[in-house]
C-alpha cells in the first residue's frame, strides 16, 4: 500500500514544486515591470492656463507619472503632498497649458528672465530701444529676426532733419510687451513698445545716444541677407526734395531685389533674382 501511495505523492511534489518555480518566475517579472513603471507625483495643470497666466491653487492638481519620464524640470510632489522644488502658486507661466499637462520649471517667467543673460554673445552687449508700430515694420519683428537701424536727427545748423543707417543686421533679441500695469499680455495681443539689439558695445553708445537725440527706425531684413554698404549716405530735406538718386536707386531695386507683378514668376537674367510677373 505504502509502495503505491510514492508515485502519487512524488508527482504531487513535483507538481507543487514546478507550481512554485512558475509562481516566483511571475512575480520576479512582475516586480521587474512594475520597477520600470514606478510611478512619481508630479504637477500638472487642472484647467486650461493661457499664456502669461498668473497660477493659484485652483488651477494646479496632482497626478502620476512613470519615473523613467520625469526630468529634473517636472515639479515632484512627496507622498505627504509636499512639494520639491518652490511652489508655481503666484508665478506667471510664459507657454499656454492644456489641463493634463504637466508643469515644468522653465515654464515661468523667472526662468526665462534668468536664462536671457546666456543668449548674449560673449562680448556682446543687449541694448533695448523704444519703438512703435510705425518704426517697426508694423510690429512685425521677432527675437532672432535681423534688422538694420536708421536714425533721424535734427540738424542744429540747417535745422534740417537729416537720416542715416547706423547699424546694419543687427539680431533681435527679444520684443518688450506693453504693460499698463506692469503685467504680462498674452500672446495674442503681439504689440509691444520696446525691443533689445544684440550689439557691440560701442554700438550700444550710438544707439543709447542717438535715442536721445532723435528717433529710430527698424528696417527688416532677410536673414540670409550679408550685404553690407561701407559708405552710409545721409539723407537730407535737399536730397528727399529733388529727388537726386531716385532715378538710380530704382534701377539699383529693379536689378537686386523681387518684384511682384500678379502670380506667375520670372527670373532677372542678369542677376538670378526670382521675380514674378502677370
Known amino acids: 500500500m505504502l509502495s503505491g501511495k510514492n508515485p502519487l505523492l512524488i508527482a504531487l511534489a513535483l507538481g507543487l514544486m514546478a507550481f512554485l518555480i512558475a509562481w516566483s518566475a511571475m512575480k520576479a517579472k512582475e516586480k521587474r515591470v512594475k520597477d520600470k513603471w514606478q510611478t512619481v507625483n508630479i504637477l500638472c495643470a487642472k484647467v486650461d492656463i493661457p499664456e502669461g497666466t498668473e497660477l493659484d491653487a485652483d488651477m494646479i492638481a496632482v497626478k502620476e507619472m512613470p519615473t523613467q519620464f520625469v526630468t529634473e524640470s517636472f515639479i515632484k510632489v512627496d507622498e505627504d503632498g ?144 550679408l550685404d553690407y554698404e561701407e559708405k552710409r549716405l545721409v539723407v537730407d530735406q535737399k536730397t528727399l526734395m529733388t529727388g537726386e538718386r531716385a532715378g538710380e536707386l530704382q534701377q539699383k531695386r529693379y536689378k537686386t531685389i523681387q518684384i511682384i507683378r500678379g502670380n506667375k514668376s520670372t527670373t532677372n537674367e542678369s542677376t538670378g533674382v526670382a521675380a514674378k510677373s502677370e
Open 82 to 225: 509636499s512639494l520639491k522644488q518652490d511652489s508655481p502658486v503666484g508665478q506667471r507661466v510664459m507657454v499656454p497649458l492644456k489641463a493634463g499637462d504637466p508643469i515644468l520649471v522653465s515654464h515661468f517667467e523667472s526662468a526665462r528672465e534668468a536664462d536671457f543673460s546666456t543668449m548674449i554673445n560673449p562680448k556682446g552687449r543687449a541694448v533695448t530701444i523704444d519703438v512703435q508700430e510705425k518704426t517697426a515694420v508694423g510690429l512685425w519683428v521677432r527675437p532672432n529676426d535681423h534688422v538694420d537701424v536708421i536714425g533721424s536727427f535734427r540738424d542744429n545748423e540747417s535745422q534740417q532733419t537729416k537720416t542715416v543707417t547706423l547699424l546694419q543686421n543687427v539680431v533681435v533679441l527679444a520684443t518688450g510687451r506693453i504693460t499698463a500695469n506692469t503685467t504680462y499680455v498674452p500672446d495674442e495681443d503681439k504689440k509691444f513698445q520696446t525691443v533689445t539689439l544684440l550689439v557691440l558695445p560701442e554700438e550700444a553708445e550710438i544707439l543709447t545716444l542717438a535715442q536721445e537725440l532723435g528717433s529710430l527706425t527698424l528696417l527688416l531684413r532677410n536673414p540670409d541677407d
